[in-house]
């Protein structure tokens, strides 16, 4: 790797963690309430672009170095499944058992759906 790439990677990387910042935020100003909406959607949402990236990387449409700054480093600062799993544990805490599981559970199902489109998506341009 060079380390111009290592720039482009944490650079992108703090780009995606900002932008889900905001987008969390926009969110839950307009959604309220008290199961977390804004995780679930940017999760969801990066994993359908990372299948995306994924597939259209496996098919040379996107270069290995691009696929490594969009995936893992816009892409991984914009998914937080850490604190998507903090989120669930604070539901269960609440007693809020179904919210818990539908955010557990429900988030992961909805990623790996969401990836597995988004790489069928790429792979379907080539």
Do not use: K
């Not at 816009?74 to 989120?87: M, R």
Request: net charge positive; with cysteine.
């Amino acid at each position: 790797m060079t380390p111009l790439l290592f720039l482009g990677i944490a650079c992108a990387g703090g780009v995606g963690a900002a932008a889900r910042f905001y987008l969390d935020g926009l969110l839950r100003s307009r959604l309220g309430g008290a199961f977390p909406f804004g995780t679930t959607i940017i999760n969801v949402s990066g994993s359908l672009l990372l299948g995306l990236v994924t597939g259209l990387a496996l098919n040379h449409l996107l270069a290995p170095e691009w696929s490594l700054v969009i995936g893992v480093g816009l892409l991984g600062g914009y998914t937080t499944f850490s604190t998507a799993s903090f989120e669930t544990v604070r539901l269960a805490q609440q007693r809020r058992y179904l919210a818990a599981l539908a955010n557990g559970i429900g988030m992961l199902a909805a990623s790996v759906g969401g990836a597995a489109l988004g790489l069928w998506a790429g792979l379907a341009l080539g």
